[in-house]
């Protein structure tokens, strides 16, 4: 089994920085993509970034310049660093991994930004 540990998630100002991390344990081997996703209360979840084994990214269109995915394979972990966000960035971040043939999920962090 594979678990998937978020953090970081808080209130925030507009304009203001936050950074995600999501930890993967358990049965660890040959961690695929890693990536971010959110939903906002109402919402479906939306994929926001992605990042390969090697560092190759893809970026939603309303986060990108804005937010940056990176990972520490070492550490079998991914982050989320947010910059200059805005109230429409409000929800629930969850980390999403592939290890060998499946895809585990995390738990979710909550992100309220204020305006």
């Known amino acids: 089994q594979v678990q998937l540990v978020e953090s970081g998630g808080a209130l925030v100002q507009a304009g203001g920085s936050l950074r995600l991390s999501c930890a993967a344990s358990g049965y660890v081997f040959s961690v695929n993509a890693m990536r971010w996703y959110r939903q906002a209360s109402g919402k479906q979840r939306e994929l926001v970034a992605t990042?390969?084994?090697?560092?190759?990214?893809n970026y939603a269109g309303s986060v990108k310049g804005r937010f940056t995915i990176s990972r520490d394979n070492a550490k079998n972990t991914v982050y989320l660093q947010m910059n200059s966000l805005k109230s429409e960035d409000t929800a629930v971040y969850y980390c999403n991994a592939d290890v060998r043939t499946r895809t585990y999920w995390g738990q979710g962090t909550q992100v309220t930004v204020s305006s």
């Open positions: 990042i390969a084994p090697g560092g190759s990214t």
